[in-house]
């Protein structure tokens, strides 16, 4: 089944402790990207990659890092979460990133930062 | 300031008549714009989506239309059902690799 798949689904952390989302699409897809969603505000984009080593900064980057080693794993690194960071975080991904692609997303990461 | 814009937080309408999201948005290089469909617990899937040449598209009880002019528009489900409860994402891109999402709109649709 082609899917995105996240882990872990739900993630409870303390200020400061450093934190992994995995996400890995099983589609093949040159473009993933990383969003967090907060009430009224809808999904902001964090970082995104369009192949293998090419990572760039989506609207809301600060305090998240991103890698690319392989085509489908794309992890969403949080160095020292702070309270603010505390969302709703969907992975996606599409066949080359055009902007008329469709994007397919994951299930979600719902993290709370004490 | 948000680009993209979702006005009603929720909808409320009842089983078989017509649901109506709106959309605005203020960025007039955007040309491509779509819907996504959210159920609790699960990640947005892609509903319907419209180009800037088009004014109208249509797939089954989904309609979306756009009015460039107005920078404006709207999804029309008729005719609506319990199943289509969920929140709906208005989105739109331009040149660029990223899509702009608005608030999201919580459509319940009551038998």
């Known amino acids: 089944e082609a899917q995105v798949t996240q882990n872990p689904r739900y993630l409870i952390t303390v200020t400061g402790k450093k934190l992994t989302v995995t996400c890995s699409q099983n589609?093949?897809?040159?473009?993933m990207s990383w969003y967090r969603q907060d009430p009224g505000l809808g999904l902001r984009q964090i970082y995104y990659?369009?192949?293998?080593?090419?990572?760039d900064k989506g609207d809301v980057p600060e305090g998240y890092k991103v890698s690319r080693k392989e085509k489908r794993n794309f992890p969403l690194i949080l160095e020292s979460p702070s309270p603010n960071q505390t969302s709703l975080y969907f992975c996606?991904?599409?066949?080359?990133?055009?902007?008329?692609?469709?994007?397919?997303f994951g299930p979600g990461t719902r993290l709370l930062v004490l | 300031d948000q680009q993209v814009k979702q006005n009603s937080p929720s909808l409320s309408v009842q089983e078989g008549r017509i649901s109506i999201l709106n959309c605005d948005y203020t960025?007039?290089?955007?040309?491509?714009f779509l819907w996504y469909k959210k159920y609790p617990a699960e990640g947005p899937t892609f509903l319907i989506s419209?180009?800037?040449?088009?004014d109208k598209n249509e797939d089954g009880r989904f309609t979306v239309f756009l009015n460039k002019s107005a920078k404006h528009l709207s999804l029309h489900i008729v005719p609506s059902q319990p199943g289509d409860s969920a929140v709906y994402f208005c989105?739109?891109?331009?040149?660029?690799?990223?899509?702009?999402f608005g608030g999201g709109t919580r459509l319940m649709v009551k038998p």
């Open positions: 419209i180009s800037s040449i088009k």
């Open positions: 960025n007039s290089m955007f040309d491509y």
């Open positions: 989105a739109a891109s331009g040149a660029g690799n990223m899509l702009t």
């Open positions: 589609m093949n897809h040159e473009y």
């Open positions: 996606a991904s599409s066949v080359t990133g055009a902007h008329q692609e469709t994007q397919y």
């Open positions: 990659s369009m192949n293998v080593e090419a990572t």
